[in-house]
């Protein structure tokens, strides 16, 4: 089974060009203001137009109002919402575009009550819980609290690295991932040697026969 790779948090051209080339499948752009790696919508043209086909284009947000969704959505071409915040199922569908939820763990119960909230979402993205924050912060969650047979997709993020990848896949069954700051010399500044690095790690659990 492939497993589904998105490096967030993307600021440069050249990193998205460096993911794409790497074998990622999305590459995801912050237009959250308290983040370190925030893009103006002029940057994320530059690295969308910069994307090869099929290389899709997420838009994180947090807690943003519909007027500033829109703006993004009116002169960015995204292919799917990442929402960080507390925002509601029904403002997260309202923009005719794929979504995903971000939830931040710290019981099963969140798992379970998110999988019910937002049905059709195109899936939940598990992050850790960290006071304060909304995510990038490098924590993991203990990834034995995800149940085998949740009733929608989801993907896997928190704090993955090229040290803890193959242990996180094989502990969780992720299908897909999501990785920032794993991927990074310093916040907003990927690592091509990491992110090569990272998808040789994913590639090679592929072939293990322990996957669930």
Not at 18 to 27: H, K, L
Not at 147 to 163: D, H, I, R, T
């Amino acid at each position: 089974m492939k497993i589904r790779v998105k490096i967030c948090g993307i600021t440069r051209v050249e990193d998205a060009v460096t993911a794409a080339d790497a074998g990622v499948d999305a590459i995801g752009l912050v237009f959250f203001s308290g983040s370190r790696r925030c893009v103006s919508i002029e940057q994320a043209q530059k690295i969308v137009h910069a994307l090869p086909p099929f290389v899709s284009a997420v838009g994180l947000f947090v807690n943003a109002d519909a007027t500033e969704v829109n703006q993004v959505l009116n002169t960015v071409p995204l292919d799917i919402l990442q929402f960080h915040g507390d925002e509601t199922p029904a403002f997260c569908r309202q923009f005719a575009r794929p979504f995903m939820k971000a939830i931040r763990v710290k019981s099963r119960e969140d798992i379970q009550a998110a999988a019910e909230h937002f049905p059709d979402a195109r899936a939940l993205l598990f992050d850790a819980y960290v006071h304060g924050q909304f995510g990038g912060t490098g924590q993991c969650f203990d990834w034995q609290m995800l149940p085998e047979n949740l009733p929608c997709a989801w993907v896997l993020s928190g704090g993955l690295n090229e040290g803890n990848i193959k242990e996180a896949l094989a502990a969780s069954g992720a299908a897909a991932v999501d990785i920032s700051s794993g991927a990074e010399s310093s916040a907003g500044i990927k690592d091509a040697i990491k992110i090569r690095a990272l998808m040789r790690a994913i590639r090679a659990q592929e072939n293990t026969e322990n996957r669930f």
